[in-house]
């Protein structure tokens, strides 16, 4: 499959820089209950600028750039330990349908821009029927050039084994944290149990579903046969009207079960269709949630 270049505006960046990741939970060992704060001050490390937003903290502010070049920039100091943020991106033949691979990598970018900018310990990790290595994220926003090249280089190929996943995830001993998992959780394996897995060990959740118009109304009439993408399995059957409708209520009781499981477990869900621009998403549904503020 040829490279597919991942294109983020400069205008949407700019905006991503006023948002911040949050997370619910309290973790131990490391700095905070929520996000870790980032001012000037002793045994603190200088790592970045971004541009200053409406209620930051003007003891942060550089006046002596301010002075030179009339505008305002926040300096930003890391605090160690922080809490690793682990972006799960599905990476399976599924997502290539309709445009959900697109739009998931770009999910993945923005999120992954606003983490950058506020110096945040993250980690994009594909997966398809094994866990990858991924790709470590952090150091400010010059670093977002390897991260897009990263994404611009990822195909979507494979089947999915999230039990498998989050079996090695788990088992590797990692240091608890909030996993953000991109997807359409479709197919035919349990998700919900192995969701309920990391939330179990101690993870924070935020389930972003990602989905096209087929996915949950099918356009489609009459006697079919159905080719699972993954699988490779064939199905006959006959759909009308009514099956159609019954198969979106199905679809929407699907989608309600991963927001229920999410939210009892102090975690987030967003479903977001590909009709919805990306920029929309972020600034809508995610903020809504309040993944992202």
């Not at 309709?98 to 923005?110: H, N, Q, V």
Request: charged share 25%; glycine share 8%.
């Amino acid at each position: 499959m040829a490279r597919q270049e991942l294109k983020i505006e400069k205008a949407f960046l700019e905006r991503l820089e006023r948002l911040t990741i949050h997370w619910q939970k309290s973790f131990p060992g490391v700095v905070g209950g929520h996000n870790a704060s980032r001012f000037s001050g002793p045994g603190q490390e200088f790592l970045d600028h971004r541009n200053f937003s409406s209620g930051d903290d003007l003891r942060a502010v550089n006046w002596r750039a301010y002075m030179r070049l009339e505008k305002m920039f926040l300096k930003l100091f890391t605090i160690e330990p922080r809490v690793p943020i682990r972006l799960f991106l599905d990476s399976s033949a599924s997502m290539n349908l309709g445009g959900k691979w697109d739009y998931a990598r770009r999910l993945a970018a923005a999120i992954t821009y606003v983490g950058l900018v506020r110096l945040d310990a993250m980690q994009l990790i594909p997966f398809r029927e094994s866990l990858e290595e991924g790709l470590a994220c952090g150091g400010g926003r010059h670093q977002f050039s390897p991260v897009a090249d990263y994404l611009s280089a990822l195909e979507a190929t494979g089947k999915t084994d999230f039990n498998r996943v989050v079996r090695e995830f788990l088992g590797g001993g990692r240091q608890k944290g909030l996993i953000i998992v991109i997807s359409d959780f479709l197919g035919e394996e349990d998700w919900m149990r192995p969701l309920q897995y990391l939330a179990d060990y101690g993870h924070e959740l935020t389930l972003i579903q990602v989905w096209n118009d087929e996915d949950r109304t099918p356009a489609a009439e009459g006697d079919l046969e159905i080719t699972e993408v993954e699988s490779g399995k064939q199905v006959k059957l006959t759909f009308d009207t009514s099956a159609r409708q019954q198969y979106t209520d199905a679809f929407d009781v699907y989608a309600e079960e991963l927001r229920r499981l999410a939210l009892r477990n102090q975690g987030r869900y967003s479903g977001l269709p590909t009709s919805t621009n990306v920029e929309d998403a972020v600034f809508g549904a995610l903020v809504a949630t309040q993944g992202l503020r």
